[in-house]
């Protein structure tokens, strides 16, 4: 199993580009989740879904948007990137959310100039 | 809301035990989980607590006080391996898992 696959793996962007990172998993979980993680800062929850078609809000959603129009896939768009959204991001999934595991991907180190 | 609250360091040597605490505040609560992240890799998953008490796996235990919105992950026969960010979180039912900012530890010789 290939478990979670973020693409790419590393970007630069210049301010006001778009882009889209993708996540798949192949464990035929129900959740799905996207974080940012900063120096000192942890992992902050972006966006999340609970299932194919449905999308939420999570701490810091401004700036992006998501769709999972596929169970097994979870995308995340930067439709004008800033400087502030410098930052790597981690995919990650579930079966649910409690006493269930969530699997992370590699990451994807973006930096926008 | 949410919140959980974890040292931002911790320091030992090779062979000692370290525990590394957290506090939460939620809505709903369900347990805490710890997860362990080596410099720039992806988060891995150490362990869940749903109900009080210690769990243990190997060098690494668990315990969680539901009643003292209080956790810790204790770290037995350190190796320099285990140098590593250590994440408590909390998994909330229906929403999504929320994470502390995270305890890095250091292991010397």
């Known amino acids: 199993n290939a478990g979670v696959t973020q693409t790419p793996k590393f970007r630069v962007l210049k301010t006001g580009q778009s882009m889209t990172l993708l996540c798949a998993q192949d464990m035929n979980h129900e959740y799905m989740y996207w974080y940012r993680q900063d120096p000192g800062m942890g992992l902050r929850l972006i966006h999340y879904s609970v299932g194919e078609g449905t999308t939420a809000k999570g701490e810091v959603p401004d700036g992006y948007n998501v769709s999972r129009l596929k169970k097994q896939n979870f995308l995340l768009g930067l439709e004008s990137a800033a400087p502030s959204q410098t930052s790597v991001y981690f995919c990650?999934?579930?079966?649910?959310?409690?006493?269930?595991?969530?699997?992370f991907g590699q990451g994807t180190r973006l930096t926008v100039v | 809301g949410q919140s959980l609250e974890q040292p931002s360091e911790v320091t030992a040597v090779e062979g000692a035990i370290v525990q590394i605490n957290c506090t939460y505040q939620t809505s709903g609560f369900y347990g805490l989980s710890w997860y362990q992240q080596h410099d720039g890799g992806a988060p891995t998953f150490l362990s869940y607590n749903a109900l009080d008490g210690l769990e243990e796996t190997g060098r690494f235990s668990s315990f969680l006080s539901r009643s003292d919105s209080y956790g810790y992950l204790l770290l037995q026969e350190l190796q320099m391996k285990d140098s590593a960010s250590y994440f408590c979180?909390?998994?909330?039912?229906?929403?999504?898992?929320?994470f502390g900012k995270g305890t890095t530890l250091s292991v010397s010789s």
């Open positions: 990650a999934s579930s079966y649910g959310t409690e006493n269930t595991e969530a699997f």
């Open positions: 979180a909390v998994p909330q039912a229906g929403t999504a898992l929320i």
